[in-house]
């Protein structure tokens, strides 16, 4: 086995295996609270007791957003090598966008996981420092659309959609799962698209950003599940026509 289908079998491998764990971790979501019950319409007050009651629960829950981005960017580039071999220049860029979104996507996901904590202790305290810790942690709500923090994962979800756009038309293969994956991905860029040019034309609501970009990112999951049957076809076929050849 040569060196390429050794990698070939590797990024698939690595890809399934992304896929797998970016499911478990939306399971989990489901059961971790992200913020103060309330989110955009908690008190600062509120949201401050809140966090310093609930800091270890709060950063397990941000750990695991870490963790699933971490594996939707696995899967990301497990996409961006199937179409490698039909058009690598927009399997190069794709990659290249799936890495800024990766930057835009830890920053404020550490800060969750880091900083907020600690600024929350800092208030209920009344400790050194208070007085800055306060309006940093409103500058810092996970919660308010147009908020420093928020902004940081809504251009990584903007990356995402421009992720979409480049690898839809290559990935659309011979498979019924690359073919799911592929227009499901597509029509995430699309959507997402769509809905940052009627924000900007003032058409949507701040309490309605999030419902309404992250209701397209649900789209996201069906390609997960699409790409696992794509990877797991990667790997079984691989090994079969290396098998199959003549010796």
Request: aromatic fraction near 12%; avoid cysteine.
């Amino acid at each position: 086995m040569n060196a390429t289908m050794t990698l070939d079998l590797q990024i698939n491998r690595f890809g399934f295996w992304s896929a797998v764990v970016a499911i478990a971790t939306a399971v989990i979501t489901f059961f971790i609270p992200l913020d103060v019950p309330g989110g955009y319409t908690a008190e600062h007050a509120d949201r401050v007791a809140w966090l310093s009651a609930n800091s270890g629960t709060f950063i397990l829950g941000w750990i695991n957003q870490i963790v699933a981005m971490l594996s939707l960017s696995g899967v990301f580039f497990g996409m961006a090598w199937q179409i490698a071999t039909r058009n690598p220049l927009r399997a190069i860029i794709a990659a290249m966008v799936v890495l800024i979104s990766v930057v835009a996507f830890i920053i404020p996901k550490f800060i969750a996981v880091w900083t907020i904590p600690l600024l929350a202790q800092v208030i209920s305290n009344g400790a050194v420092g208070a007085e800055l810790a306060d309006p940093l942690l409103r500058l810092l709500n996970v919660s308010i659309p147009f908020s420093l923090y928020t902004s940081f994962d809504y251009l990584g979800f903007w990356l995402y959609a421009v992720f979409g756009l480049l690898v839809a038309g290559p990935l659309y293969g011979e498979n019924m799962s690359a073919k799911i994956a592929a227009v499901t991905i597509g029509l995430f860029g699309l959507v997402y698209h769509g809905l940052l040019a009627t924000l900007l034309l003032g058409a949507i609501a701040p309490p309605d950003i999030e419902s309404s970009f992250l209701g397209a990112s649900g789209l996201l999951l069906i390609v997960v599940v699409a790409m696992i049957v794509s990877f797991r076809r990667g790997l079984v076929a691989r090994p079969l026509a290396t098998s199959n050849k003549p010796q």
